[in-house]
């Protein structure tokens, strides 16, 4: 069982949050915003200059080989990582940094907070508490972090674990549901907190193909109601499928972008053809 305060950092919130204001923008601002963003873990660069932006609605799915700097990117931009170099704005506002390179850290707690408590992220690795039923997975970051009416939140809850086609799982234990069924559960509680957008790194990739396609569905469904998300994915169907936008990352840079049937279509450069040819079937 994971510590309380370890289990919030998996979810990328911290624990006795409460609700706070968010920045009130317009549609053109974007949700998430990065730019050239540098990110190195000791001498290893593995982001260097990165530039991406999601905004209300969009969809922006990040391909690219393993080592690419997919998962990175998105830990750097709900500031699980420190990057060493570059901006990151949450709806027009500035991340605020202090110290610079290997040294370089947010300075404002509070506002990483509210930037992390609405960017839900969903892991590839389900993160479900195992002494707890599905509902009371759901229920417990919007109560201990958010401070919210225990019956709402139990209404939204149940709300969204139906939404998601587990509404009859709610008593369930964890072990009790297979591997889609718990990402489900894991998308249920990102959805729980009311994020402005959700991060998913790698959602289908631990599951078998038959549950692989549960999940994807619930994807396609939330990206049919015009939820922000960032998706990191070895899915070229589902990014095809649900994107807006889709970015090729290679070597910590973006190679190519652009609309989906462009990237995964008519690619422009060798290296996102090679690929392209190693990950979609013939």
């Known amino acids: 069982m994971l510590h309380s305060q370890a289990f919030y950092a998996l979810l990328g919130i911290c624990e006795g949050m409460k609700n706070a204001a968010c920045p009130v923008t317009d549609l053109d601002t ?8 540098h990110k ?30 997919k998962s990175t990117l998105l830990r750097c931009a709900n500031l699980l990582e420190n990057s060493q170099q570059g901006e990151i704005l949450f709806e027009g506002e500035p991340v605020i940094w202090k110290g610079t390179g290997l040294h370089r850290h947010p300075a404002d707690r509070k506002q990483v907070t509210r930037i992390r408590t609405n960017l839900s992220m969903v892991f590839q690795q389900f993160n479900l508490w195992s002494h707890m039923t599905v509902l009371q997975n759901v229920m417990e970051a919007p109560l201990t972090v958010l401070k919210r009416d225990r019956a709402e939140v139990e209404e939204a809850a149940r709300g969204y674990l139906a939404k998601v086609g587990i509404g009859d799982k709610c008593d369930a234990w964890p ?3 297979s591997g889609g069924q718990q990402q489900r559960a894991a998308i249920a509680r990102a959805l729980c907190m009311e994020p402005r957008a959700l991060l998913f790194d790698e959602p289908t990739s631990a599951l078998d193909p038959e549950l692989e396609q549960e999940v994807v569905r619930v994807i396609r469904a939330l990206a049919e109601e015009g939820r922000t ?12 499928d649900v994107s807006d936008h889709v970015i090729f990352l290679h070597q910590g840079r973006i190679e ?24 979609v079937p013939a």
């Open 175 to 177: 072990a009790q549901l």
């Open 40 to 69: 190195s873990f000791g001498e290893l660069e593995v982001l260097k200059g990165v530039d991406i932006a999601a905004r209300k609605g969009d969809v922006v799915s990040l391909i690219g080989s393993s080592g690419s700097g």
């Open 256 to 279: 190519e972008e652009g609309a989906p049937a462009d990237i995964l279509n008519r690619p422009q450069t060798e290296r996102l053809r090679q690929f392209l040819s190693a990950t």
């Open 30 to 37: 974007p949700v998430i915003e990065i730019r050239n963003l």
């Open 229 to 240: 998300m960032i998706i990191v994915t070895h899915d070229m169907r589902m990014a095809g």
